[in-house]
Every structure is written in C-alpha cells, then in structure tokens.
C-alpha cells in the first residue's frame, strides 16, 4: 500500500488530506511527542513544519508558543490546502519538495519533521537543504513511524490473525527500526545527532479507527468491507479486546552547530 514510484509520493498522500492523524491513536501520539520536545519549541521564533500533512502538529505547537511564526510545507497540493483550511485560513503554507526547499538559508530555529523524512525521494539531499535552512545552533527534529506497533500486535496475534491484519494495512507497519540509519545520515549532514523517546497507551478500537483513516481511504469498496470484517473478527478475539499497548516514538534531534 505504500507509494511505489517515488513520484507518486504527492498523489498517495493527497488521497488521505481529510482523515490522515484523526483519532485517538494519532493524537496520544502528537500529545506524547510534542511534549518530549516541548522545550525547543517553546523556545523557537521560526518554526518549519516539513511535510505537514494536513496540519496536525500545528495547534499543539501553538498551545507551546504563541509568538513563534509557523509555516508548514508538504508536496502535496491537496495536504497544503487542508492544512491551510484547518489553520483557519490564515495559517501560512507552502506546497514543496523537501529536497528544495524553497527557503533563504539559516531561517529556521527548528525543522519539524513528522514521519516525513523517511519518505522523501532523496534523504540526503533533504538533510543538506534542512541543514542550510537551519539557523546555527537551530534544529532538525524527526519523529520516525512505527513506534513499534506492528512488533507488540505481532507478540498478541496469533501467525494467522497477523496474516490477516497485514492483509488489511499492507506491509507498512512491518518495518524495522530506522534510527541509526538516521544517525549516520544526520552526521553526514554536519547535525550533532540526539535520540529521545515518547510513550503513549493504545487500545483495539483505537488500532482500529487507525486502520480506518490510515489505509482505509486508499483501497476500493470491496476491499473496505472485507477489511472491516476482519477488523470485526479481530477485534472479536479476547487477547485484542483487553489489548493495552504502550507504544514508543522515536525522535531524532540533529542540531546545527552554532
Ligand atoms: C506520513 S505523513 C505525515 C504528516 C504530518 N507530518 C503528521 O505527522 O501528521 C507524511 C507527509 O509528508 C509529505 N511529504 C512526503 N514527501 C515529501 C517531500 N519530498 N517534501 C515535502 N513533503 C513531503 C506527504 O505528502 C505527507 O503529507
């Protein structure tokens, strides 16, 4: 399910511009990691969000700084324009390609990047245009996908009900821990590189309202339905009834040296 030809990245995700981070599970997920960076963003005056999507992020990083100008940017028209309407319309943003990023050198205090970086076309590219559009001592801070979902379902379910469940959400949630990939990419991109964490609780019904307006929203009718049966039979089954998963974000912090 994920975007195959790496041009079709924009398409992909302008197919999710109305549901992409509703529901519970993505906003204990935003809760949780919008606080363990809480200091930075409180201390910011410009303040980047690259691949913004429809806006999620911008709000909470709102409640933490009221002065800090915001601009969010995201290749997909369809993200940028959702993220404007749900900024009220006022909120500034920019439809681009994280590869060129359409900004003057040293304007950003920090680079927000949310489960964007690990999409981009071409990562180093990304982290060298973020790291010249970074003041000296600003920040890149990358949260990565995952926080390890599919290892606790995988621990729960049984061999068949997770064949099931990857049937539902394709092979995404099967990807393995990214960070020191992105350590080593951070560095070469002359960032100091820091790990932090963010936890957060989910239960069944959140993993599946998660499932609805993640994937849901890419498949045809037919496979809807019959996604949704199997959500029902999974849901069905008392080990994921009672489920109470306390999930992991990763953040990644590369700071450019003053
Ligand atoms: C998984 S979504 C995350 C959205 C948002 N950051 C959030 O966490 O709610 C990834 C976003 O990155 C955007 N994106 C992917 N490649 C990009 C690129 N090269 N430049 C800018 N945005 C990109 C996608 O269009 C999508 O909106």
Not at 116 to 131: N, P, R, Y
Not at 136 to 153: D, H
Request: hydrophobic share 45%; with cysteine; charged share 20%.
């Amino acid at each position: 399910m994920e975007p195959s030809p790496k041009s079709s990245v924009a398409g992909y995700f302008s197919r999710l511009a109305s549901t992409y981070g509703e529901g519970a599970f993505y906003a204990r997920r935003r809760a949780s990691a919008i606080q363990a960076i809480a200091s930075e963003l409180a201390a910011a005056c410009q303040i980047l969000d690259l691949g913004c999507g429809n806006g999620a992020f911008r709000p909470e990083i709102r409640r933490l700084n009221q002065q800090a100008e915001i601009i969010g940017a995201d290749i997909s028209f369809a993200m940028a324009i959702e993220a404007r309407h749900r900024g009220g319309g006022s909120a500034l943003v920019v439809q681009a390609d994280a590869i060129a990023l359409p900004f003057a050198s040293a304007t950003w205090d920090v680079v927000l990047c949310s489960r964007s970086l690990q999409i981009v076309s071409d990562l180093e590219k990304c982290l060298s245009e973020i790291a010249r559009c970074l003041k000296g001592g600003g920040r890149l801070i990358a949260f990565l996908e995952g926080s390890g979902l599919a290892a606790a379902l995988k621990e729960v379910m049984t061999a068949d009900e997770w064949v099931d469940f990857v049937r539902v959400t394709g092979s995404q949630l099967s990807r393995t821990n990214l960070a020191e990939y992105f350590r080593l990419a951070f560095e070469r991109a002359g960032l100091e590189f820091e790990g932090r964490c963010a936890s957060f609780t989910v239960r069944w019904p959140d993993i599946q309202e998660l499932v609805r307006v993640r994937w849901l929203p890419l498949v045809s009718e037919a496979a809807r339905v019959e996604a949704e049966r199997i959500m029902v039979a999974l849901g069905a089954k008392q080990k994921l009834a009672s489920l109470n998963l306390t999930l992991t974000e990763q953040i990644l912090l590369g700071q450019k040296p003053d």
